[in-house]
């Protein structure tokens, strides 16, 4: 008997509970102050929640739901009032079409993965390099966020993230480059599904992770003669130091001569080489890096170099540069690094890259006295010339030099002026000594021959023959 009745007082005491937490669970009419049910507010427990009409941003159809109130910073409401205010807001918006979007948000981890997906399958919206850096940095992203939803990610968390990085010794270019990934979730979030209204981003941002490009040393073209020199040497044992010396200097001479970034270049085929009209198109698929082709016209260098190199062109192959192991396929190589690495340190040269190719390129054609905007179109940038300006204008000491011997403080610069201004003020002395009436003379025939030019042939007009004078 005592233990049927500990039975039955169980039982009893879990359909109390059950019967608690279902009118826990129940939505109830909220009352104003006149005890009158307020339209489109209900409560459940401690919670208050909005009751709207709203569009599916998916279907396009209206529905009814029914949503938490949360003050400014994310918190729940308190109190009625609080909760006519939050719910009056939400109807102004709703009104004004700013609404945000209701019901949960993705969390970030989930959301990252979905974006990345989608870029994936994007036809050329993003080349595959740019894809897997970015894959990279979000995971870095979705570790420090965790399951953050969306609509939960707050400034402070951005500048927190930061600062690990900072921390860490990263340069701020690269902390830059972060935010910049981070901000291409969140735009399409905001901009595209609506999950959020606002970029989380701390204000200033710009700012602070501002930083100053180093000055990059020019490469000269003794040392191109020298690392070419050391790629087609042979070591202390008597062995290449470099398996493709040839191959090699072909092709860090091309990028000098016509400053090609290193994947172009690769990807040059001797369809892209016209010996005719001399010039030479790079991208012609549209693989550069803003997927546009360009023509770099034939200079004296660029031109006997790509001869010399069609005379070791490969028979079997359609590329520049055939990779060694392309077997029955006809591919092109995929790298040189390491036989940069490898004639760098046989030449004993500084750290150089295959950029510094494009660098000596440029800045010998600034030297050289090309316009900016001709430079920027061989080389594919399309600001008209204000990078160069900015970044690839660095000039060797020579020739700065050079152009500080042409300025002059002789004689006869001071001559050539002085006799300047005597003609100049010569040709105003001599007309304003016309005396008055023959300015007046000169004013009214060249307005009769005006008048007589220009009036159509009417009564007792005179046609027949010029006006006097």
């Known amino acids: 008997m005592q233990r049927n009745a500990s039975q039955r007082s169980s039982e009893s005491s879990t359909n109390i509970s059950a019967q608690a937490h279902s009118h826990a669970l129940t939505f109830t009419k909220v009352l104003d102050g006149r005890k009158q049910p307020v339209r489109g507010l209900w409560q459940r427990g401690a919670r208050f929640y909005a009751q709207l009409s709203v569009e599916d941003f998916s279907t396009g159809e209206k529905r009814v739901r ?19 205010a939050e719910l009056n807001r939400l109807r102004t918006q709703r009104s004004d079409d700013t609404l945000p979007k209701l019901g949960r948000t993705p969390n970030f981890a989930d959301y990252a993965d979905a974006y ?12 595959p390099g740019t894809i897997a850096k970015e894959k990279s940095t979000l995971a870095l992203w979705k570790k420090h966020l965790g399951g953050i939803r969306l609509d939960k990610i707050r400034p402070a968390h951005v ?32 901009d595209v599904e609506e999950h959020i209204t606002e970029l989380p981003v701390p204000p200033g941002i710009n700012r602070e ?17 020298t690392l070419c020199r050391a790629a087609m040497d042979k070591s202390t044992d008597g062995t290449p130091v470099t398996k493709n010396g040839q191959q090699f200097t072909d092709y860090v001479r091309l990028m000098a001569y016509c400053g090609a970034r290193r994947n172009e270049t690769l990807a040059l085929r001797w369809a892209n080489v016209d010996f005719k009209r001399e010039h030479l198109t790079i991208g012609a698929d549209g693989d550069t890096k803003n997927s546009t082709s360009r023509t770099v016209d034939f200079n004296p260098a660029l031109k006997n170099h790509l001869l010399a190199m069609q005379k070791r062109r490969a028979p079997d192959s359609q590329w ?40 000596l ?8 006295g090309i316009d900016y905007m001709t430079i920027a179109k061989w080389v594919g940038h399309r600001d008209g010339g204000i990078l160069i300006g900015k970044v690839y204008g660095h000039l060797a000491d020579t020739h700065t030099k050079a152009a500080a011997q042409r300025v002059n403080f002789g004689p006869a610069i001071l001559d050539e002026a002085i006799s300047h201004q005597d003609n ?44 006097r004078g």
């Open 361 to 368: 390129f440029i800045s010998f054609c600034v030297m050289s």
């Open 424 to 467: 100049e003020r010569s040709r105003r002395d001599t007309v304003a000594g016309l005396d008055a009436f023959t300015v007046g003379r000169i004013s009214r025939d060249v307005g009769r021959a005006k008048v007589w030019k220009t009036r159509p042939p009417g009564r007792g007009a005179k046609t027949s023959r010029c006006p």
């Open 320 to 359: 520049l540069f055939p990779s060694p192991q392309r077997g029955d396929k006809d591919i092109h190589a995929k790298s040189f690094r390491e036989s940069l690495e490898l004639a760098r340190a046989h030449a004993k040269l500084r750290h150089v890259g295959f950029h510094d190719m494009r660098h």
């Open 116 to 127: 990345l997906a989608g870029i994936k399958t994007g036809q050329g919206t993003k080349k």
């Open 209 to 225: 992770l501002k930083s100053t490009a180093p000055t990059r040393e020019l490469f000269t073209p003794e040392e191109l003669e």
């Open 66 to 84: 029914r949503v938490p109130l949360v003050n400014g910073e994310g918190n729940p409401v308190e109190t009625v009032a609080q909760a006519i």
């Open 159 to 190: 500048a927190g993230f930061m600062k690990k990085r900072l921390a860490a010794d990263m340069s701020k270019r690269t902390v830059k480059l972060d935010i910049i990934a981070l901000r291409n979730v969140l735009k399409q979030a905001r």
